[in-house]
């Protein structure tokens, strides 16, 4: 197992920041080749189910997952139980005053393919967080300039 985290500073509240975060259609707005769908429940609460594709031109994998931690506008766990993609996820909004806000977004994973997952995970993860970490700047444009009124 190993462990991602990352954050990135919002110019917007954590109302607004959660709102953004958690509208699942426009993930794809900020998230790097990935596109989100609810596929289970109504994707606001415990026990709904999320598939989110990642790749380009339609090669890639979906990562299947159930909302497990369903507190707004604080944090949304989720349990992450596709093939590739397994272990869990934690999106956290942090207040930080009117129009202040952090996104703090922690992977626990089981890497894929057994020893060789384990042996390549030294060269992939720079790779992997070099895409969250564009994926958070973008996150944070995106909410900044985010409105209620297209959730």
């Given at each position: 197992?190993?462990?991602?985290?990352?954050?990135?500073?919002?110019?917007?509240?954590?109302?607004?920041?959660?709102?953004?975060?958690?509208?699942?259609?426009?993930?794809?707005?900020?998230?790097?080749?990935?596109?989100?769908?609810?596929?289970?429940?109504?994707?606001?609460?415990?026990?709904s189910?999320?598939?989110?594709?990642?790749?380009?031109?339609?090669?890639?994998?979906?990562?299947?997952?159930e909302?497990?931690?369903?507190?707004?506008?604080?944090?949304c766990?989720?349990?992450?139980?596709?093939?590739?993609?397994k272990?869990?996820?934690?999106?956290?909004?942090?207040d930080?005053?009117?129009?202040?806000?952090?996104?703090?977004?922690?992977?626990?994973?089981?890497?894929?393919?057994?020893?060789?997952?384990?042996?390549?995970?030294?060269?992939?993860?720079p790779?992997?967080?070099?895409?969250?970490?564009?994926?958070?700047?973008?996150?944070?444009?995106?909410?900044?300039?985010?409105?209620?009124?297209?959730?």
């Amino acid at each position: 197992m190993t462990d991602v985290a990352l954050s990135v500073d919002i110019g917007a509240s954590a109302g607004t920041t959660w709102l953004a975060l958690t509208d699942w259609a426009r993930q794809g707005e900020w998230m790097l080749g990935t596109d989100v769908r609810v596929v289970d429940g109504n994707g606001r609460s415990v026990g709904s189910k999320l598939a989110a594709f990642t790749g380009i031109a339609g090669i890639g994998f979906t990562d299947t997952m159930e909302i497990t931690t369903w507190e707004p506008p604080v944090r949304c766990g989720v349990k992450h139980m596709g093939k590739v993609v397994k272990g869990t996820g934690v999106f956290q909004v942090l207040d930080k005053g009117p129009q202040r806000s952090t996104f703090v977004w922690v992977e626990h994973l089981v890497l894929p393919f057994g020893f060789v997952g384990r042996l390549g995970w030294p060269v992939a993860k720079p790779v992997f967080t070099v895409g969250l970490r564009y994926s958070l700047q973008k996150f944070a444009r995106y909410a900044e300039s985010y409105s209620v009124g297209e959730a």
